[in-house]
């Protein structure tokens, strides 16, 4: 045994008793005992703070570190809350998830979930218009919208869309009293023009005749 020494064993480091065998049994008071394995050996070692997915457990007898209980978790408060994941992982409410839950929102560069913007349920397909006009045309654009319930903690975390539209046939093509589309009434004109051009034939060939008589 060695007495508060690590003498030509640097494995007994801050113990307050240790094995050539199996380290440190008993550390100092500030540090915390550790169990090392490596293989099918196991050794004992008096560390300042706990390695990668373990916990410093006080108590009055020794000081240990403890195991995380959290899975892919890299370091902990306790056994039953992780502070930091492991990469690839999001830390919400001391546990460690793959991706945030609902109505959660993932801060890339603390690798955290915080509450995300919450929004209402979308309203009915508004009235099918273009131009301001519910009529006048074959296809307008209908849209339904709705309301944002919760805003999120940061201005930087975006919030789903709020609005969106969607083609649609207008029921009425053509607007009541109104007048006719362009193509009509170019049409009407052009009717009136040979109705015009006819009769002014009719009234030579007419005066033709008279005049042969």
Request: net charge positive; proline share 5%; aromatic share 8%.
């Amino acid at each position: 045994m060695c007495e508060a020494s690590y003498g030509p064993n640097p494995i007994c480091k801050g113990c307050l008793s240790c094995s050539k065998d199996n380290g440190c049994i008993r550390c100092q008071h500030k540090l915390f005992f550790f169990l090392r394995r490596e293989g099918m050996r196991q050794y004992g070692e008096c560390l300042h703070s706990c390695p990668s997915g373990y916990y410093g457990l006080r108590t009055p007898d020794m000081n240990r570190c403890s195991r995380c209980r959290i899975e892919n978790c890299d370091s902990c408060f306790s056994r039953d809350f992780c502070t930091k994941c492991k990469t690839g992982f999001y830390s919400h409410r001391g546990r460690c998830f793959r991706g945030c839950p609902p109505g959660f929102t993932a801060l890339e560069e603390l690798m955290e979930c915080v509450e995300g913007c919450e929004v209402g349920q979308w309203s009915e397909w508004g009235t099918c218009s273009r131009n301001n006009k519910t009529c006048g045309f074959k296809w307008g654009l209908e849209t339904r919208t709705r309301q944002i319930v919760k805003k999120p903690l940061k201005d930087t975390i975006p919030c789903p869309t709020i609005a969106e539209s969607r083609r649609c046939k207008m029921a009425m093509r053509h607007c009541p009293g109104g007048r006719r589309p362009t193509k009509t009434k170019d049409k009407k004109k052009k009717k009136k023009n040979l109705m015009e051009r006819a009769q002014k034939q009719h009234s030579i060939f007419l005066a033709t005749v008279k005049t042969s008589q």
